[in-house]
């Protein structure tokens, strides 16, 4: 892997042994002039026209939601929308997600939000949230089912 910075205001993740681009981080901040990493921990420091900015490679949370009576939480994990029930612990595999591109050039990762309706009443609603490697296309998947989540045959 190599990590560039550039003049055009982008921080980019390369991989060396495909020689392509894995990600793209973009701010408005202004020129990036200089990027160091920490030896050990997964952090990135920039420093640009307008100051500096540390982050990380990855997201380290991944997309969750706690419905409002806090009884059930939906998260997505390796391409699967999954309920965990609070009190008991148990899980259920809701449905496999498939994020695969629709355009050659489109590379979806990992998905960035989960959405939940919270003013529907007598079903879950929920929405996932995709971007492309370069943050320009979205992709949205749109999820609804019984409140009673225990009824739900996995789905593929």
């Given at each position: 892997m190599i990590i560039t910075n550039s003049e055009d205001r982008t921080v980019r993740v390369w991989d060396l042994y495909k020689r392509t681009g894995i990600d793209t981080f973009s701010r408005d901040t202004g020129r990036n002039w200089i990027l160091a990493s920490h030896p050990q921990i997964n952090y990135l420091a920039t420093g640009s026209d307008s100051g500096f900015a540390v982050f990380t490679l990855q997201s380290e949370r991944i997309p969750a939601i706690l419905t409002p009576n806090q009884n059930d939480l939906f998260y997505v994990h390796k391409k699967q929308l999954i309920h965990k029930d609070v009190k008991s612990g148990k899980e259920t595999l809701i449905k496999e997600i498939d994020h695969t591109p629709t355009g050659s050039s489109l590379c979806y990762h990992h998905p960035t939000a989960l959405y939940y309706n919270q003013f529907n009443?007598?079903?879950?609603?929920?929405?996932?949230?995709?971007?492309?490697?370069?943050?320009?296309?979205?992709?949205?998947y749109y999820f609804s089912f019984?409140?009673?989540v225990a009824s739900i045959r996995i789905k593929s």
């Open positions: 009443t007598n079903s879950h609603n929920i929405v996932v949230h995709f971007k492309d490697k370069e943050r320009i296309y979205h992709k949205y019984d409140l009673n």
